[in-house]
């Protein structure tokens, strides 16, 4: 199975900072990768699919990016709305596996 | 409008079963794989398993392979996840989720059931 390992597990950082989290496979996954959102006692919501394309209706500060079997997500001018926790997926083979998740706090 | 809804969820013993459904409606069911994926209290997300549309092909996390089973009845939109020989280690939200595009991510999940195994 390949296994997903997220980082930093939490992130401090203010309204309008730029932040990013990264997700390292274990293996290759040929840009099958995902990212979430999902904020407390709610389903997560997918942002971000193919490491790099946005989700329809899911704003523009955020954005994937992949180098090798490293992925990034960064959102850009951080809102209110942001603050929440994060998961990266990889779909290239079942088992189907997320990172462990980032949770974005209000520093 | 695209709508996952689940029910089922309870408190169970050790050792028992329960069945989980996951009513769709607002798209064609039959078109699109789907997943259960669960989130024990305080953790992270973990895939369950996958089901194709037509139910050709059926895929199971190894942590509950031999005492899950994942159906759907398409003439329904209803998607079903029946729980055998349970275990503390169940203990979660499960989600079912549409998959993407790329059929192996997911665009739409519904709310979630909470199964808590426990004596």
């Known amino acids: 199975d390949i296994q997903m390992t997220q980082s930093p597990s939490t992130l401090s950082a203010s309204v309008g900072d730029r932040v990013s989290i990264t997700c390292r496979a274990s293996?290759?996954?040929?840009?099958?990768l995902a990212w979430y959102q999902q904020k407390p006692g709610k389903a997560p919501k997918l942002l971000i699919y193919?490491?790099?394309n946005l989700e329809s209706g899911v704003p523009s500060r955020f954005s994937g990016s992949e180098s090798g079997t490293e992925f990034t997500l960064t959102i850009s001018n951080l809102q209110p709305d942001d603050f929440a926790s994060y998961y990266c997926?990889?779909?290239?083979?079942?088992?189907?596996?997320f990172g462990g998740g980032t949770k974005v706090e209000i520093k | 409008e695209v709508q996952l809804v689940e029910s089922g969820g309870d408190l169970v013993q050790p050792g028992g079963s329960l069945r989980l459904s996951c009513a769709a409606s607002g798209f064609t069911f039959s078109s699109y794989a789907m997943s259960w994926v669960r989130q024990a209290p305080g953790k992270g997300l973990e895939w369950v398993s996958a089901l194709s549309g037509s139910s050709d092909y059926i895929y199971y996390a190894d942590s509950v392979k031999g005492r899950f089973t994942i159906s759907r009845d398409n003439s329904k939109n209803t998607l079903f996840l029946q729980m055998n020989s349970l275990k503390s280690e169940d203990t979660a939200v499960y989600y079912c989720a549409r998959g993407g595009i790329d059929y192996k991510h997911f665009d739409y999940w519904g709310q979630g059931t909470l199964v808590t195994v426990s004596s």
């Open positions: 293996g290759n996954i040929y840009s099958r």
């Open positions: 193919r490491a790099s």
């Open positions: 997926q990889q779909y290239d083979s079942y088992a189907l596996t």
